[in-house]
């Protein structure tokens, strides 16, 4: 069955960066869009990154644009999300998604997405 298993949440303090992968098993990795969500406590599940299946576009969320970088690796079925300057709101739970390939443009909708992994907790110490 199909995988995604987030790795590399932790504590970090404000300013500082963190790395997210993401593995995924038991899919055609390349045909699929990969997209990181995230949640913190009380609110909606959000878009944070979307990056298509060749690795050729990707999207941000406003709130991350410019700190946050979203890149995978084919070969190894991993998609990754560099996180720099990060600050107190960016701490949540973070999902990996998989959303197979409907066009050249992959959505940031959640509902587009067809699966998703359990999330890894990144908190964000002031």
């Known amino acids: 069955q199909v995988q995604l298993v987030e790795f590399g949440g932790g504590l970090v303090q404000a300013g500082g960066s963190l790395r997210l992968s993401c593995a995924a098993s038991?899919?055609?990795?390349?045909?699929?869009?990969m997209g990181w969500f995230r949640q913190a406590p009380g609110k909606e599940r959000e878009f944070v990154a979307v990056?298509?299946?060749?690795?050729?576009?990707?999207s941000y969320s406003d709130s991350v644009k410019g700190r946050f970088t979203i890149s995978r690796d084919n070969a190894k079925n991993t998609v990754y999300l560099q996180m720099n300057s990060l600050k107190s709101e960016d701490a949540a739970v973070y999902y990996c998604?998989?959303?197979?390939?409907?066009?050249?443009?992959?959505?940031?909708?959640?509902?587009?997405?067809?699966?998703w992994g359990q999330g890894t907790q990144v908190t964000v110490s002031s």
């Open positions: 998604a998989a959303q197979f390939r409907r066009g050249l443009v992959p959505s940031p909708a959640r509902a587009q997405y067809d699966y």
């Open positions: 038991g899919l055609t990795f390349s045909s699929y869009a």
């Open positions: 990056i298509s299946w060749s690795g050729g576009r990707s």
